[in-house]
């Protein structure tokens, strides 16, 4: 059964753009090697993520997020049974938040900023999917 799981989180301060990097190309490592794929996006500290594959996989990822130092307040913002995956191709792909129209946020929130706290879970599953339709994906396809 595959499942379809959406969180945020807050870095720590020592997280910088190495650090995010290195957890780029590890999770798209282990995530291919669990069938999970998703995309990531990262903007002045918060991460939003959509993770997909089986439910077992992508429920122990999330728990091993969850438990990671790296992370604090990592909410779950969506879960749910799907029947294909929407984000098939990237084992971890990153959406280049620097190729972002500042309207598109606007369109989804009262500031030209990334807050998945200040929204909904269904408002940031539609901000995700413009922003992965919109902005540039880099990353393992």
């Known amino acids: 059964m ?51 594959g089986g439910r077992s996989a992508v429920n122990r990822l999330y728990n091993r997020i969850a438990g990671d130092p790296r992370h604090t307040d990592v909410e779950l913002l969506s879960y749910e049974e799907i029947s294909e995956r929407r984000f098939a191709a990237w084992s971890m792909g990153q959406v280049n938040m620097s190729r972002l129209n500042p ?9 030209a900023v990334l807050d998945p706290y200040a929204v909904s879970g269904s408002v940031s599953m539609a901000l995700f999917e413009e922003l992965v339709a919109t902005a540039a994906i880099v990353g393992q396809p």
Do not use: H, W
């Open 103 to 111: 309207g598109l946020l606007l369109k989804y929130s009262e500031r």
């Open 2 to 52: 595959l499942v379809r799981l959406m969180y945020a989180s807050r870095a720590v301060p020592s997280v910088d753009l190495d650090a995010l990097m290195a957890i780029q190309r590890s999770s798209a490592a282990g995530n291919s090697a669990q069938g999970v794929t998703g995309v990531l996006c990262f903007s002045e500290g918060i991460f939003l993520q959509v993770l997909e």
